[in-house]
């Protein structure tokens, strides 16, 4: 369960992260808040590419820099967009989200804040895990 301490701390991240993002193509800068069970916080923004398929979500950027120094098990990610309205991640992030199971899900938007899970993003999630 997420306290409303670690809530608020991640979605202050995440705003942070945002300021980070190059999105010089779409305008649409997301920074992510990533916190693992031992209490580390990772952060991404998101980057994009003049070859629009070489951009990587910041999602995906905080996952894959917490698996990068041997992170696999999280408690929660808060997501900021650059809209009014929360933004929600694309499928591929929900797709790698899925692969290191369930937690909690904080939408940042400017006037409004969601929560939600892993599971109820994609609740047909595929795995070849067999979970």
């Known amino acids: 369960m997420l306290t409303k301490k670690e809530k608020k701390l991640l979605i202050e991240k995440a705003l942070e992260a945002r300021k980070n993002s190059y999105s010089p193509y779409s305008n649409f800068a997301v920074g992510a808040a990533l916190l693992t069970e031992d209490g580390e916080i990772f952060l991404g923004a998101n980057v994009e590419n003049a070859s629009l398929g070489l951009t990587i979500c910041a999602e995906r950027s905080a996952i894959f820099s917490a698996v990068s120094y ?36 904080i939408l940042v938007g400017q006037n409004e804040i969601l929560e939600t899970s892993v599971s109820e993003l994609l609740p047909l999630q595929f795995d070849l895990k067999g979970e």
């Open 70 to 105: 041997g992170k696999r098990k999280f408690k929660a990610i808060a997501i900021a967009g650059s809209q009014e309205s929360p933004t929600p991640p694309c499928g591929a992030c929900r797709q790698v989200m899925t692969e290191f199971g369930e937690f909690a899900v």
